[in-house]
């Protein structure tokens, strides 16, 4: 009798409720999340402007790049953009202030996808413009997660950008 049940088991035939592992698939963000600087911010799509890449117009909401991968993407890279305000209220103000090894969230309709950021960096304009392929390519990433925001603020405008890059570690299901 027990070589019977194990057999079932194993074939498939009787499994516990909600053991079978559950994938979640592709999906459009919903919120980015970064539990270690207290941020949670609304995710839109956003669209390039001629090679202009801006965030949204509300300064509390993050624009996900609809020419990037959906998070959950086995391929590509899904790009994230949002404000930093020098005066406070920007859904990426904080930014400046996370570290390798911190993690960050991507809320989809069906699920989360859990990333660890691996690098940050400060790249002026210029060095943006010219690393454009690494950052915003499509061609490579195996589902990274690429965020950048505004940093150095000169009194009038920003003169350099904080891109974040972190792998994916996790998928939860909704």
């Known amino acids: 009798m027990v070589v019977l049940a194990v057999a ?5 035939l009787v499994w ?16 980015l999340e970064l539990p270690g600087l207290h941020t949670r911010a609304k995710v839109v799509p ?7 890449l801006d965030p949204p117009r509300n300064p509390r909401e993050i624009g996900w ?7 959950g993407s086995a391929q590509g890279q899904t790009v ?11 859904s990426l103000n ?10 960050v969230d991507v809320v989809t309709k069906d699920g989360t996808f859990q990333h660890q950021v691996d690098s940050v960096e400060v790249l002026s304009r210029k060095e943006l413009a010219e690393q454009a392929q690494r950052i915003f390519g499509q061609d490579h990433g ?13 009194g009038s405008s920003y003169d350099s950008n904080i891109v974040v890059m972190a792998h994916r570690f996790n998928a939860l299901p909704s």
């Open 8 to 12: 079932m088991v194993l074939a498939g």
């Open 16 to 31: 516990p409720a909600g053991s079978a592992a559950v994938e979640v698939p592709p999906g459009a963000p919903k919120r």
């Open 46 to 52: 956003i669209r390039l402007d001629g090679q202009v």
């Open 65 to 71: 790049w609809v020419g990037s991968a959906k998070p």
């Open 80 to 90: 994230v953009t949002g404000h930093t305000v020098h005066t406070g209220g920007g």
């Open 94 to 103: 904080k930014l400046d202030h996370i570290k390798e090894g911190q993690e």
């Open 142 to 154: 195996d589902g990274r997660l690429v965020i950048i925001t505004c940093t150095d603020w000169n």
